[in-house]
């Protein structure tokens, strides 16, 4: 076991902020349009598409964090795994309503990919080793940094002017996806600490939730008659280059010998987030789409 872990506190200045369980108690009514960002429909599936395994993803990983606890001594790390598990059981609760909302919009095929996600799930809890699971929560947990900075970085592009409510939860999530950065790997590092089984658990985990994102986003593409259409695919082409061209090179550090994310400072963004949050509490359920570009400050 190697013992040697930072506690998951965000610097803030002098001090360090503890995490926290936020509830965002969003409400999405039937009749929110899945495009929820009318400028990118592309994008929009291409979030919903990756929503769509929240619900059955983050419940697996809170599961195989609880197991992995138990073989942790820390105290410290233990309060973090507990915290851990707590953000990420808001998050799934709040992507099951979304995620019902684009099923009762018409997206009869949905259920399937959840039926397939939720199997996937089971047999790999079933039938592969705790450190399988916990390279796998270790893994996801790498590119949703990846994937938070770049959302975070480029969220004028690709939220600008949309739904304040699909935005609201899709940031309020990455905040804390940021925030809890450092847990699922000190656990696999306390626990396991085998680097290259860990950069099997990021290819894994990376390709197995892109392969059911793109499942998900072709299915209500193809619902849209987009699929076929050109204009549509040269957006959606562009739109995954951008992603690539932003995720990949978290992707490859991640991949590093020497890989912590305690290493990457957090967007100054995502701070004044927490700090706006911490003021007035639940406020910020809804972003000002049309003023993303300053921040909070
Ligand atoms: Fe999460
Ligand atoms: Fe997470």
């Known amino acids: 076991m190697n013992k040697d872990f930072s506690s998951s506190k965000t610097a803030v200045g002098e001090s360090a ?3 926290q369980i936020r509830r965002m ?5 039937d009749e929110i ?3 929820w960002n009318p400028r990118l429909p592309e994008w929009s599936h291409m979030a919903n598409g990756a929503s769509l395994a929240m619900p059955f993803l983050e419940p697996y990983l809170i599961r195989t964090l609880r197991k992995a606890s138990e073989l942790i001594d820390s105290e410290t790390l233990k309060a ?5 598990m707590g953000q990420e059981a808001q998050h ?8 019902d909302t684009l099923i009762a919009n018409g997206y009869v095929e949905l259920p399937e990919v959840e039926r397939r996600l939720s199997e996937d799930y089971k047999n790999m809890e079933e039938n592969r080793s705790l450190k399988f699971n916990l390279a796998y929560a270790a893994g996801f947990e790498s590119m949703a940094l990846g994937v938070g900075h770049w959302l975070i970085r480029d969220r004028e592009y690709l939220f600008g002017d949309s739904d304040t409510k699909v935005a609201s939860l899709i940031l309020w999530h990455f905040v804390e996806e940021i925030e809890h950065k450092n847990v699922a790997i000190d656990a696999y590092n306390y626990v396991y600490g085998d680097y290259f089984y860990r950069i099997y658990g ?7 939730v892109l392969k059911y994102s793109r499942i998900a986003y072709k299915l209500m593409l193809e619902r849209d008659s987009l699929w076929s259409n050109l204009a549509s695919r040269w957006r959606l082409m562009k739109i995954i280059l951008r992603f690539h061209k932003n995720v990949l090179p978290s992707f490859f550090e991640a991949c590093l010998p020497n890989h912590h994310p305690s290493k990457r400072p957090d967007p100054q963004w995502c701070n004044e987030w927490l700090d706006l949050y911490q003021k007035e509490g639940h406020t910020l359920e809804q972003i000002d789409t049309k003023n993303l570009t300053p921040g909070f400050s």
């Open 80 to 84: 973090d795994v507990k915290l851990y």
């Open 25 to 29: 108690p969003f409400e999405f009514p």
């Open 17 to 19: 902020r503890e995490m």
């Open 92 to 99: 799934y609760q709040q992507h099951r309503k979304f995620n």
């Open 33 to 35: 349009d899945p495009h």
């Open 202 to 208: 990021v290819l894994y985990a990376t390709f197995h």
